[in-house]
């Protein structure tokens, strides 16, 4: 079992940075494939960043050169560092993580197993 825990998500000005924490609550040493989604009300949850067990990256295009994913394996602690940021990255973000260290459709919700409660990033 793994809990995921996000913070920091707040409210900024367009053109300025964020960096968002999921923490992993588990004891379990294993590496799972990890992603940040976000959904805004009325929308579907979408991908933007995917990390394997690797730590091989992937993002959507809205959001590449923008926003950058990592993670501490030994903390087991994802992160999302946004800079540049707009108007439309205004969501709930939600972290995620497979039950798998290497997925094929890294930015589809239906391929993971544990989320994170979310946390608002609101954008003005």
């Known amino acids: 079992h793994v809990q995921l825990v996000e913070s920091g998500g707040g409210s900024v000005q367009a053109g300025e940075s964020l960096t968002l924490s999921c923490a992993a609550y588990?004891?379990?040493?294993?590496?799972?494939?990890m992603a940040w989604f976000r959904q805004v009300p009325g929308e579907e949850r979408e991908g933007i960043a995917a990390i394997d067990s690797t730590g091989y990256t992937q993002y959507v295009d809205s959001v590449k050169d923008r926003f950058t994913i990592s993670r501490d394996n030994a903390k087991k602690t994802l992160y999302l560092k946004m800079n540049n940021l707009k108007p439309e990255d205004t969501a709930m973000y939600y972290c995620?993580?497979?039950?798998?260290?290497?997925?094929?459709?890294?930015?589809?919700?239906?391929?993971?197993?544990?989320w994170g409660q979310g946390t608002q990033v609101t954008v003005s």
């Open positions: 588990t004891s379990s040493s294993a590496r799972h494939h």
């Open positions: 995620a993580a497979a039950n798998h260290p290497y997925i094929l459709t890294p930015m589809d919700p239906s391929a993971y197993y544990y």
